[in-house]
């Protein structure tokens, strides 16, 4: 037993998969960077025995840290919630705490229903999203450009300066058909854009990074090699941002953000009307 | 005007991605579907002017719709907090509601910070999920089972069940080394496992899918074609179903899952210690 005020163990419940729970503690388990938290999540909790399970679970980590375990709820079920609400944490419930002034404001009864956050409550939305993370898989080389007509959005940038995990998040989140060109030594050479991709000009958004940067990524891919060297990146991160400006491709910098802010930046300055994901 | 309040505005709004609030409002609007919300996120709010922008949307949606819109809000800025709470709306505060409780429990105050729910906030932890992304990637094809040493978790199951975007989940909000090898009709014939997959056999994890299911997908890739057919799809998860029962394999069946559910579920059946996302 310990009671390091320092460390604390926290509990994601869920009817179902966690990830809201998940994302909203962390949201706010951001904000108090002084602490270690010890994470676990606990989803599917759908019988009472697994609430009892999890509700044990919360008792023996209070045991072993000597103080209250932080619980976020996102249970719909009353009776699942009565269990974790007796278990010896501080419980911070997410429905609970917005469902009843929502209901007053909408005047309407919640449905209490679980799982809808997740699961595949709207089909076609969802086959949309399966649709889009197949097209940019399938577009993601620039070798062929023939489906480019198809595309929401067009990602340029040099070798690994973050086009595919970009590509594949606003496909994943947003429904987004998201292809990307890389452009190599040669495709700037001429300081222009390469022709194939001329007719979807309005569709070019570039991603740019810094040389230190570009080299760290690259280096962790090849070794020791050429196209990891410093003087490489530096050319090409030179020649690319040069590029951008000569053809006024929109652009951001991809050095210090991670690909939710490049997603979310993207559809921004590109207005880009995506569609409803949920 | 209207005041049909069947339709009711929604706006997110955010101090940088939006995402957290997205997920929050939507996790709660998913309680209330006999009303339809015109949904709007509003991210990268971090000056006044974009404050006030923000406060005039919303307030020329409370004219249109003839009333108040509802409002997600995990704005950090007290400042830009105020605005927003000017407007016509009926605002629902993420930090606001929790953070003060959260103090008092943790002893601590909070740090105030924004944009540490979707940026780098841990280098290291944010270099392995885009790690994972790129092994995923590399490993989606059976081709090349090399780098199966490395992985955290296969897939197996045959063509279009899902296999493919779930890893890519898995990779990237999991940082998990999801591979997959699809199973074809020759290698299933034996009824026993292919060779290349005999060393890592803890490892395995099949996804099952039902024929009429599998149909629809095969059909929206390739049109009328035998490997749409019903048959073709009937024969391949018989024979699917009777290899995982053989090789004892662990299963889901993936026909009315979403890739969320999918993976959250995987990690629980096969108790993988994920790495802390965050």
């Known amino acids: 037993m310990t009671t390091d005020l320092t460390v604390r163990p926290v509990f994601f419940v869920s009817d179902r998969t966690g990830i809201t729970a998940e994302n909203f503690g962390h949201a706010l388990l951001t904000q108090f960077n002084a602490i270690k938290f010890e994470r676990q999540s606990i989803p599917f909790i759908n019988s009472e025995e697994k609430a009892r399970q999890a509700a044990d679970t919360i008792n023996q980590a209070a045991k072993k840290y000597g103080h209250r375990p932080l619980v976020f709820s996102t249970l719909i079920d009353k009776f699942y919630r009565s269990i974790i609400a007796d278990s010896q944490a501080y ?3 997410f429905f ?3 469902i009843k002034p929502l ?4 005047h309407i009864k919640s449905s209490h229903a679980s799982g809808l956050s997740h699961g595949i409550a709207n089909e076609f939305v969802y086959m949309s999203r399966m649709d889009a993370v197949n097209y940019s898989l399938k577009n993601d080389d620039g070798v062929n450009t023939k489906e480019y007509k198809n595309a929401d959005i067009i990602l340029i940038g040099v070798s690994r300066s973050g086009k595919t995990p970009t590509c594949l998040y606003l496909a994943m989140q947003f429904g987004l058909r998201a292809a990307n060109y890389p452009l190599t030594e040669s495709d700037m050479a001429n300081n222009q854009l390469p022709e194939s991709l001329h007719p979807y000009r309005n569709k070019l958004f570039g991603l740019m990074i810094n040389a230190e940067r570009l080299r760290t990524i690259r280096e962790m891919r090849k070794q020791h090699s050429e196209y990891a060297s410093l ?3 530096k050319k090409e991160t030179k020649m690319i941002k040069s590029l951008f400006d000569i053809e006024r491709i929109p652009y951001i910098d991809s050095s ?3 690909v939710e802010e490049m ?3 993207i559809i921004q300055l590109m207005k880009i009307n995506r569609p409803p994901i949920y």
């Open 91 to 93: 419980v911070i419930d």
């Open 256 to 258: 210090q953000i991670s």
């Open 96 to 98: 609970d705490t917005f």
């Open 263 to 265: 997603a979310t930046s």
């Open 231 to 233: 003087s490489q990146c």
């Open 103 to 106: 209901e007053t404001e909408l």
